[in-house]
């Protein structure tokens, strides 16, 4: 585990969560800002899915269409941190989310789990009905 999530929780349907993904100094140093956080989750039974991301050379923020209007994403590189803030919160939003780090900036790079080196342990997010 290279980097470190936090935040998950239970919350209601409509209600909202902030998740935070910190990058160590040990293992980043100051090359964080050159990194490109992306943001995946996974439900149980399914497979990974990308959620959002933030890239690091254009500052740009892509997310799925599932949280499009819903989903934010902030950035922090002097504490080597990211938020994902959700709002209006689904009961399918529940899932096991993660935070990664990768050295890509495009979008069709980035949407792809295998182009990131680095991942968080996962925070769990549960939205009831």
């Known amino acids: 585990v290279q980097l470190q999530a936090s935040g998950g929780g239970l919350v209601q349907t409509g209600g909202s969560l902030r998740l935070s993904c910190t990058a160590p100094e040990r293992t980043f140093g100051r090359t964080f800002g050159i990194y490109s956080v992306g943001w995946f989750r996974q439900a149980p039974g399914k497979e990974r899915e990308f959620v959002g991301v933030?890239?690091?050379?254009?500052?740009?923020?892509w997310f799925a269409d599932s949280v499009k209007g819903r989903f934010t994403i902030s950035r922090d590189n002097i504490r080597n941190l990211v938020d994902l803030e959700m709002s209006n919160l689904k009961p399918e939003d529940t899932a096991l989310y993660y935070c990664?780090?990768?050295?890509?900036?495009?979008?069709?790079?980035?949407?792809?789990?295998?182009?990131?080196?680095?991942w968080g342990q996962g925070t769990l997010v549960t939205v009831s009905s």
């Open positions: 990664a780090a990768s050295p890509h900036y495009s979008y069709s790079d980035l949407t792809s789990r295998i182009k990131y080196d680095y």
């Open positions: 933030n890239s690091y050379r254009s500052g740009s923020t």
